[in-house]
């Protein structure tokens, strides 16, 4: 029998070795529960799923796992350098062992707890662990416990669960730790330099999930083919970690007297609508109707980093949103309009639920499981409009399926039901042009439909092949020289052209598509990409708006000035009948009167604009006013998101 060789390197290769087959153990716990979740919850996987999505569901949640198990077995690998000296400490492999040892029992152990709890969880709530977990406020644990420990078959799961990872873990174990850590051979010079650099590489590799430039994270594994599919993919330890960082990031946010100083929001409501019984007393409205025919189809696009700069006078020689101007000349377009957020969700999800931004996340909050009074899909979903979102990206991105599914939308389409791959696109999602190319051929005119769409190709990296698309600028314009500077770079530039081009291209498609189409379109935020490094306050803060198609029986007012929690009302008054009940925090943006724009950093008014983080004002109008208003609706809007439309009582709330 061939007795190992007790020198330096034969003994760190079988501590080596040891370490591996913890890794593979650990992994293969993993794997087992995200399989038997999968198949505990098959019937959530649509029929028409192809089976290589769930192939992919698994080889994606390995490569989430393995960046963990490499933490999990660093601290044994670390000791194991130890055996490269001439004599290791006795304590060093005691340590080492039992850490191999405790690692897979621990994780053997909790996996199937875990799993349990979690599917019990996800029947309860008909999604896996989040921030609402943590939110001991949001509800009553114990009642909560009690419906999951009744309604599910925990104990029949654990039964299930228990003895696979217990096979598993004593198979590991007895892998871990061998009855002597050293290898039998000794390698040459060149085989040990080999064995160290492939070694090196697969650290690498593990650690970050991936060989390439995209490391592999919940944000990119999730395949958007199946949401069945999607939310297995992150083992529950992860789901749980991530669930506690989200509530602990909720709850240092400021309250509203961040906004409202004396907390009295009451106050605050009938400063701007008048008093009423609770907030959403105070936010409703009626549609005053009238405007026949109703647009059969409303298309809103929501456009990454569509600044209003490039459509200003000043740089109109850039060329670069030609498209929007030409449909604004056709239609209404202003660029007295400001995002709700600095963020594409800040402002994406005030545009969806209707509330301005306050500086809490939508995804994270409790209230956001049903739609807001105020919700954009819910209330053309009561007027009869079949409601969809169409997203560039990726459906796990801070849980937007999902959060627009409980929004009310109908249907949520992600870049991975578009053909959305990894290898092929950034980690932001599909560029522009094939993604609008694919929801154009979506549209479906046999009835009455909103269609949300969002981009993402305007984004770092940009790594459209902007040349190719038609984008020949090099260098500034003459004319426009002085104006640059040197972080003018044409090729970012490139990729506000193509955008505006694939957008203008996508209307001009859609409206043959869809007769009697009502389109509006607007930035996400402002853009971060200039032809100088020094903006002024309106250029790194506004954003377009635009109205376009037939049936626009008004006009925008002169100077108007609006955000992104004014599109809802504005669009649904053009669509809804007389009498019509709905919610808004703004207002619609074709009547006469005089309104501002909020957002997270900056508010305008047609004559005033004000930075409410460094109090910079530009304009002839009162911009403390300006300030007030947007204080209050950002009040309003944290206190309706976190506390409801009751009002304090019975006094102002204090934190």
Known sequence: MTEPI?????????????????????????????????WWDHAAIADATPWTAIVQTIVSGCRLDMRAAVVFVAPAFALGLLRLRASEPAWAGRIRRAWRVGTIAILGAAMPLGTAIDLAYLGEFSHRFDATLFAAGADDPVAIASSIWHGWPVLRILLLTIPLGAAVAWCGIAAARPRDETALRQASRPWRVLITAGLLVCIVGLSRGSLTSQPWTMR?????????????????????????IDHRRLHQQDGVETYIPDGDVRAAAARIWGDAPDLDAASART??????????????????????????????????????????????????????GDQTMKSFGAIISGLPYAGIELPDLPSSRSPYPSSLPAAFKRLGYRTRLFYAGYSSWQRIADLMRDQGFDE?????????????????????????????????????????????????????????????????????????????????LG??????????????????????????????????????????????????????????????????????????????????????????????????????????????????????????????????????????LRGLGWWRAMRGPAWPSPAPSSR
């Open 220 to 244: 990119v594994a999730a395949s958007g083919v199946d949401p069945a599919l999607d939310r297995q993919v992150p083992a529950p330890w992860k789901l749980l970690h991530r669930a506690w």
């Open 287 to 340: 549609a005053a109707g009238g405007r026949e025919p109703a647009p059969r189809h409303v298309v809103l696009v929501v456009l990454e980093s569509y600044g209003s700069w490039a459509l200003e006078p000043a740089w109109r020689g850039l060329g670069l949103a030609d498209g929007m101007r030409n449909l604004g000349s056709e239609g209404q377009l202003t660029t007295r309009f400001i995002s709700a």
């Open 495 to 632: 990729h506000f052209w193509l955008m505006d081009r694939c957008f203008t291209r996508f209307a001009r498609a859609a409206a043959q598509r869809l007769p009697g189409l009502l389109l509006a379109a607007t930035g996400d935020h402002y853009g971060r990409r200039f032809p100088n490094r020094n903006p002024d306050l309106p250029s790194r803060t506004l954003v377009p708006f635009l109205l376009w198609g037939p049936g626009l029986d008004r006009q925008l007012p002169d100077g108007c000035a609006g955000g992104h929690i004014d599109i809802a009302p504005t669009l649904i008054e053009r669509c809804a009948p007389a009498g019509f009940a709905y919610h808004a925090f703004g207002r619609d943006l074709l009547t006469r009167e005089a309104g501002c724009g909020v957002g997270q950093t900056a508010a305008v008014s047609a004559d005033t604009i004000v930075d409410l983080l460094s109090g910079e004002a530009m304009g002839d109008g009162d911009p403390t006013a300006l300030r007030r208003r947007a204080d209050d």
């Open 6 to 38: 007790d020198e330096p390197w034969p003994r760190w290769m079988g501590s080596v070795g040891a370490d591996l087959r913890t890794l593979v153990c650990l992994l293969a716990i993993c794997a087992l529960a995200r399989g038997f979740c999968l």
């Open 412 to 492: 949520v389409v992600c870049g991975g039901a578009l053909g959305l791959d990894p290898t092929v696109h950034n980690e932001w999602g599909l560029s522009d042009e094939p993604f609008l190319a694919a929801v154009q051929a979506r549209l479906d005119s046999s009835q009455p439909t909103l269609d949300v769409i969002l981009t993402v190709g305007n984004h770092v990296p940009f790594d459209a092949d902007v040349h190719a698309a038609g984008w020949s600028m090099a260098a500034p314009p003459p004319d426009l020289a002085a104006q640059c500077d040197d972080t003018f770079d044409a090729r970012v």
